[in-house]
């Protein structure tokens, strides 16, 4: 069995590198990030026969505390997987959060479960992802019915901010790039602005500047390329085999120039897309729109993140 060692996060917050063999590029590992929950909420704690699995978004890695602590302090075990190539797991040479397909991430999936002991101890499993990790689980729920009891998606990535229009007349030539030139170079698109409005509502903790970019990481044609056919497939519809919780912002704001909007927006995706393709995922989809939330509902300012909180409440409390 292999060990747990004290993470980053600090005291209450503890880790563990899962082996994933190796790649072009070298070792490859994933790391679950656990909290640890008092005894007392261990025990008697609304949530104590769950266990939630967190994954983060594009250019990201597990730091938010606070939504640890909502879990653990109704009894609930969190853990959080930072993917391989990203956060704790990025290894000297590797290409940060590059992938030809989304599938690779079963693997670190799997060894998450297994070191949680999920499935062994029979208790029930929250899947909760933000952005890219939401595109991500939503897909693998949908390849894995009946593990998970609820899937709770945080600003999921469903559908690319051009639109399904847009979408499927970049893909030919994206899959062209990607074929030709997986590790190709994109424009800058991203100009930190959701970066900025973490900042300014004093959300985003010190980051260490490789895990997480005020501008994001580079992107490349093979890796748009997975992203683009991972749309396609939510498109086409999906079943993730449980009830799926759908937490957006209320508006969306465009990337283009600076503007307090960005303050209560999200100005990463364009919600009203996200929110109709949510509706192909699963039998059971409920949506809440937090007004005044970011692309992250549980960074936003406190009166939305508060809205947030309430919602996932909400959410998970019905599995009783």
């Known amino acids: 069995?292999?060990?747990?060692?004290?993470?980053?996060?600090?005291?209450?917050?503890?880790?563990?590198?899962?082996?994933?063999?190796?790649?072009?590029?070298?070792?490859?590992?994933?790391?679950l990030v656990r909290a640890r929950p008092h005894p007392g909420a261990r025990l008697f704690g609304e949530w104590r026969d769950i266990d939630v699995l967190y994954v983060h978004g594009w250019s990201d890695y597990f730091f938010q505390t606070d939504l640890a602590r909502f879990f653990i302090d109704r009894g609930a075990r969190f853990h959080a997987l930072d993917l391989r190539k990203y956060g704790r797991s990025l290894r000297p040479g590797q290409t940060p959060?590059?992938?030809?397909?989304?599938?690779?991430?079963?693997?670190?999936?799997?060894?998450?479960?297994?070191?949680?002991?999920?499935?062994?101890?029979?208790?029930?499993?929250?899947?909760?992802?933000?952005?890219?990790?939401?595109?991500?689980?939503?897909?693998?729920?949908?390849?894995?019915?009946?593990?998970?009891?609820?899937?709770?998606?945080?600003?999921?990535?469903?559908?690319?901010?051009?639109?399904?229009?847009?979408?499927?007349?970049?893909?030919?030539?994206v899959n062209v790039r990607a074929r030709l030139d997986p590790l190709g170079t994109h424009p800058v698109v991203d100009l930190g602005f959701y970066t900025r409005a973490q900042r300014e509502l004093g959300t985003l903790p010190d980051s260490p500047d490789e895990w997480r970019p005020a501008q994001g990481f580079p992107t490349h044609p093979g890796w748009l390329a997975a992203i683009i056919a991972g749309h396609a497939r939510v498109a086409s519809g999906v079943d993730v085999g449980c009830p799926a919780l759908v937490l957006l912002s209320r508006r969306s704001t465009p990337a283009l120039t600076?503007?307090?909007?960005?303050?209560?927006?999200?100005s990463v995706l364009v919600v009203d897309d996200i929110a109709r393709a949510a509706t192909r995922i699963s039998a059971t989809v409920t949506i809440a729109r937090i007004d005044g939330a970011l692309h992250d509902v549980f960074l936003s300012a406190p009166r939305a993140r508060d809205a947030a909180f309430a919602a996932l409440a909400a959410g998970v409390t019905g599995l009783a």
């Open 97 to 173: 959060g590059y992938t030809v397909s989304l599938d690779v991430y079963d693997a670190d999936i799997a060894a998450a479960l297994d070191a949680m002991g999920t499935a062994r101890e029979g208790r029930r499993l929250v899947l909760l992802g933000h952005s890219t990790g939401g595109l991500t689980l939503t897909l693998w729920a949908a390849r894995h019915p009946g593990v998970a009891d609820l899937l709770v998606l945080n600003s999921p990535w469903l559908e690319l901010q051009l639109g399904p229009l847009g979408r499927q007349a970049l893909a030919p030539i």
């Open 258 to 266: 600076w503007n307090d909007t960005m303050l209560a927006s999200d």
């Open 1 to 31: 069995m292999r060990e747990w060692h004290p993470d980053i996060l600090g005291e209450g917050f503890e880790q563990q590198t899962l082996p994933l063999g190796t790649d072009t590029e070298g070792e490859v590992v994933a790391t």
